[in-house]
């Protein structure tokens, strides 16, 4: 027992710099999609219908279905008729939380971005 008194014990604090620098460091995965800019006629906001193929459970059949969005466009650059990647970002308002990334077909037909 005299052996039990005598003995310390002292604690050292780890230091998690390792998982702070990784979670620093990672990128964040964000959702893109590829839709037609429906309406231009807010300011710095673009509504942009995103359609896709669904196949029917019952027959096979493959349907179309569409979402709209509405898009955050800093400098009102896309305009009606664009086709354009949007990419998730934090909540701008209360229903935009996509954020303009490229305009790649302009309405005119001119090819902006390959790829």
């Given at each position: 027992m005299a052996e039990?008194?005598?003995?310390?014990t002292t604690k050292t604090a780890a230091k998690p710099a390792a998982?702070?620098?990784?979670?620093?460091?990672?990128?964040?995965?964000?959702?893109?999609?590829t839709g037609i800019v429906v309406s231009d006629k807010m300011m710095k906001t673009r509504v942009v219908k995103v359609e896709r193929q669904v196949?029917?459970?019952f027959y096979g059949k493959?349907?179309?279905?569409?979402?709209?969005?509405?898009?955050?466009?800093?400098?009102?650059l896309s305009k009606e008729?664009?086709?354009?990647?949007?990419?998730e970002s934090r909540p701008m308002s209360k229903e935009?939380?996509?954020?303009l990334q490229n305009i790649?077909?302009?309405?005119s037909g001119a090819v902006l971005v390959k790829g």
């Amino acid at each position: 027992m005299a052996e039990l008194k005598t003995k310390k014990t002292t604690k050292t604090a780890a230091k998690p710099a390792a998982t702070t620098q990784i979670a620093t460091e990672a990128k964040l995965h964000r959702r893109t999609m590829t839709g037609i800019v429906v309406s231009d006629k807010m300011m710095k906001t673009r509504v942009v219908k995103v359609e896709r193929q669904v196949r029917d459970a019952f027959y096979g059949k493959y349907i179309s279905k569409a979402n709209k969005f509405k898009v955050h466009d800093e400098k009102n650059l896309s305009k009606e008729g664009d086709l354009v990647t949007i990419v998730e970002s934090r909540p701008m308002s209360k229903e935009k939380r996509w954020a303009l990334q490229n305009i790649v077909r302009s309405a005119s037909g001119a090819v902006l971005v390959k790829g």
